[in-house]
């Protein structure tokens, strides 16, 4: 049975930092590309970031260049993402994806597993 269980998310203040782990059982994520995205309240689900099978190649949303980085650590079978300078629209639910495509993909029809999410709220 293949899981993806997110964690790190939380409360934290804008200008702060959190570090989000995506951890897999089930599959190897070395044959997936992996995705972060995030849902906010009343909004569709949208890509945040994804990572390619060897790492080489990233995809960032505008809204989060230069303050966000995605990363995979594959014997860990771990993806992560490292989030600074929160602002306040970085609120929502953070979800991890495996793609088990060739290449970088941003549509969520795309991916084939996703986790259950982990909460980020940022406050002023």
């Known amino acids: 049975q293949v899981r993806l269980v997110e964690s790190g998310g939380g409360l934290v203040q804008a200008g702060g930092s959190l570090r989000l782990s995506c951890a897999a059982s089930?599959?190897?994520?070395?044959?997936?590309?992996m995705g972060w995205f995030r849902q906010a309240p009343g909004k569709e689900r949208d890509i945040v970031a994804a990572?390619?099978?060897?790492?080489?190649?990233?995809y960032y949303a505008d809204s989060v260049k230069g303050r966000f980085t995605i990363s995979r650590a594959n014997v860990k079978n771990t993806v992560y993402l490292q989030m600074n300078s929160l602002k306040l629209e970085d609120t929502a639910v953070y979800y991890c994806a495996a793609d088990r495509r060739w290449g970088i993909s941003i549509a969520t029809a795309t991916y084939d597993y996703w986790g259950q999410g982990t909460e980020v709220t940022v406050s002023s």
């Open positions: 990572i390619s099978w060897s790492g080489d190649n990233t």
């Open positions: 089930g599959l190897t994520i070395n044959n997936y590309s």
